[in-house]
């Protein structure tokens, strides 16, 4: 008998592809720029996450949708720092969100009073790579406690990536970590990468990245909500 095989990863793919196209027009229809934070776990979105919603959370409307493997603690963590819902999506063992799950949240959101949406990724370097959700960027978030060679080893969510925020860098004097080599490592898997400098715990440790977002924001429109 003859064999007849299905590829079942592509069509799914393929059909992420759609849905994650339909999230991109209706980001776009409402000007607000999503920036999908990715990482390997415990680098640091959440609590960057949870200080930008209590620093910025007053001049600009910031929405959420953060996903976790089997807990919503992220999401529980996020809320205390900001009066708008905050969408969380358990994707019951899956290593990374994908782009349905992001257009039922936003269902939820009102896309028209947000200036800036985060969606805060499963911690992983693999999965989330390959999966579109219809943002405007991946941003990929690289602590220092990780080692330099994390883009060479997982080369697709650098080169997938527009942006790299190092974390972590008030650890720096205690790790064996150089940041020339690993910003060396990044340019050879993506030479137009842009980078960051970011410290959650430090006072000033997250001035690059607040600039960062408030031009995020003007890129797309002036903000709705400056005081
Ligand atoms: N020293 C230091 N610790 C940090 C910094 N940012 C985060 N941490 C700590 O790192 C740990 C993990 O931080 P999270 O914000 O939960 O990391 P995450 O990337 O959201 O983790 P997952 O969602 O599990 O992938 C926590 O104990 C944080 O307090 C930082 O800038 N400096
Ligand atoms: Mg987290």
Known sequence: MAVRTIDVRERIMARNDEL???????LHASHVPALNLVSSPGAGKTLMLERTLA?????LVL?????????QNDADRLA???DRL???????GACHLDARQILTALDAI???????LFIENVGNLVCPASWDLGESAKVVLFSVTEGEDKPVKYPKMFQQARTV??????????VPFRVERAVEYCRQVNPALEFLSTSALQPEGL????AFLWAQVRSKQPPRTVR
């Open 20 to 26: 994650a196209e339909q999230v991109r027009e209706r």
């Open 55 to 59: 620093d910025l959370g007053g001049e």
């Open 63 to 71: 929405s959420v949708i953060t996903g976790d493997v089997q807990t």
């Open 80 to 82: 205390r720092h900001t």
């Open 86 to 92: 905050v969408q969380a999506v358990i994707t019951a």
């Open 110 to 116: 009102d896309l028209d009073a947000t200036d800036l």
């Open 165 to 174: 925020v190092l974390t972590k860098l008030d650890l720096l004097p205690h």
């Open 207 to 210: 001035q690059e990245w607040y």
